[in-house]
């Protein structure tokens, strides 16, 4: 079975500097998606970004990227210039490419200091 | 606007007592799943469809049930409700296919059982 490990609870960044959440998975499978999740306190859960496994650029959305290393199995979230709107839980979350069971990480809550 | 619209919000019940939250979403997604949200626990999802009539169990599936009669609804029925079923419950929907296709949430819905 696959499993997500996001072994950072809470992280903590100044305002401006760049933080990078990680995330490992276990997975026997070849062809799959990882995406990384963002739920602020309003508790809405908001799509970050994705990538795909067979692409080995690593995935990026303007301050957002990614840092995929599909043999070590890892999958972190790089925030640059970070916002006081960044402040919020994230993430991590597996796809097979086969199915469409998602499976989740137990969250990183990440504060933003002013 | 695109959405997924989950009711109610807040819920607050007694052990046993039947319950539906209700799960639409506007966008003619193929894919719909729910999600308990759980502190530590991140999310786990508790059953997904595919299509109309086309249901599949997820990781927590005991003491749920769902049907999806109309590709625009997917709600999810809790029996006889217990204690340890208060959690933080998520709809999503995406469309269906082999990309790595970003879910839409609803708002969420938080249900505590006395």
């Known amino acids: 079975a696959q499993t997500v490990t996001q072994s950072q609870p809470e992280m903590s960044v100044q305002e401006a500097e760049t933080v990078t959440l990680s995330c490992t998975y276990d997975t026997s499978e070849s062809d799959y998606y990882l995406f990384w999740y963002k739920q602020p306190p309003s508790r809405q859960m908001i799509l970050v970004i994705r990538q795909e496994a067979y692409k080995q650029q690593n995935a990026t959305e303007n301050r957002f990227s990614v840092n995929f290393q599909k043999a070590a199995k890892s999958f972190s979230l790089k925030i640059s210039d970070s916002q006081l709107g960044d402040a919020a839980m994230y993430f991590c979350a597996y796809r097979s490419a086969g199915t469409y069971k998602y499976i989740f990480g137990t969250g990183t809550r990440l504060k933003v200091l002013a | ?114």
């Open chain 2, 1 to 114: 606007e695109a959405q997924v619209t989950q009711n109610p919000r807040y819920l607050i019940t007694v052990t046993g007592k039947k319950l539906t939250v209700t799960c639409s979403q506007n966008m003619n997604h193929e894919y719909m799943s729910w999600y308990r949200q759980d502190p530590g626990l991140g999310l786990r999802q508790i059953y997904y469809s595919m299509n109309v009539e086309v249901t599949d169990k997820g990781d927590v599936p005991e003491g749920y049930k769902v049907s999806r009669k109309e590709k625009r609804n997917f709600p999810l029925i809790l029996e006889s409700p217990s204690p340890n079923q208060t959690s933080l419950y998520f709809c999503a929907s995406s469309r269906s296919g082999p990309s790595s296709e970003k879910l839409f949430f609803g708002s969420g819905t938080q249900l505590s059982v006395l």
